[in-house]
Antibody, heavy 121, light 109 residues
Framework: QITLKESGATLVKPTQTLTLTCTFSGFSLSTSGVSVSWIRQPPGKALEWLALIYWDDDKRYSPSLKTRLTITKDTSKNQVVLTMTNMDPVDTATYYC?????????????WGQGTLVIVSS | QSALTQPPSASGSPGQSVTISCTGTSRDVGGSDFVSWYQQHPGKAPRLIIYEVTKRPSGVPDRFSGSKSGNTASLTVSGLQPQDEADYYCSSFAGINRVFGGGTKLTVL
């Protein structure tokens, strides 16, 4: 059974850097083809894909947020970390991490519960 | 990349069928076999209900079906039930990235 759980700051000030950790179990990020994505959802709005990291450390970013995002992994700890710089109130959202099976290209079959991040001074 | 286009709302009575569209471009929906659909109830994480355009994960009722024509994918919910009332999102592989639709709120009248 795959589980994922997001953790990190719940309240950040404008211009600060957000760091979120996704801790997972039930799969390994060293398995060929597997990836983990970060996805966010502002209150009452749509899902937005942010970034992903593959088993081989290859990374992809949303073109609109690429300059602000960094995704990394710690395979030994079963964790994926997302950092987002220069936070703004419009970045207030629930942030999810999700598992993408090997060679599936956009199939998020397991999701974390999400963590609400509020950006406010 | 732009978000995929979905109608903001859809509705139907119990037992009826409803179809939700998801329109993209040849760079995403039209050029990919990796279109998926997600159901999200209020306060919950999204749940995968359709992947690779037409496939259903185990445990998803066969009342949910997917299709694609050109740059538009569709989700059909047959035999509507009250518990189908939720938000529905499409997603597509887009070159090297992923992109979601704007979401459709399905109301069961």
């Amino acid at each position: 059974q795959i589980t994922l759980k997001e953790s990190g700051a719940t309240l950040v000030k404008p211009t600060q850097t957000l760091t979120l950790t996704c801790t997972f179990s039930g799969f390994s990020l060293s398995t060929s083809g597997v990836s983990v994505s970060w996805i966010r959802q502002p209150p009452g709005k749509a899902l937005e894909w942010l970034a992903l990291i593959y088993w081989d450390d290859d990374k992809r970013y949303s073109p609109s947020l690429k300059t602000r995002l960094t995704i990394t992994k710690d395979t030994s700890k079963n964790q994926v970390v997302l950092t987002m710089t220069n936070m703004d109130p419009v970045d207030t959202a629930t942030y999810y991490c999700a598992h993408e099976p090997a060679h599936s290209s956009g199939l998020f079959d397991s999701w974390g519960q999400g963590t609400l991040v509020i950006v406010s001074s | 990349q732009s978000a995929l286009t979905q109608p903001p709302s859809a509705s139907g009575s119990p037992g009826q069928s409803v179809t939700i569209s998801c329109t993209g471009t040849s760079r995403d929906v039209g050029g990919s076999d990796f279109v998926s659909w997600y159901q999200q109830h209020p306060g919950k994480a999204p749940r995968l209900i359709i992947y690779e355009v037409t496939k259903r994960p185990s445990g998803v009722p066969d009342r949910f079906s997917g299709s694609k024509s050109g740059n538009t994918a569709s989700l059909t919910v047959s035999g509507l039930q009250p518990q189908d009332e939720a938000d529905y999102y499409c997603s597509s592989f887009a070159g090297i990235n992923r992109v979601f639709g704007g979401g459709t709120k399905l109301t069961v009248l």
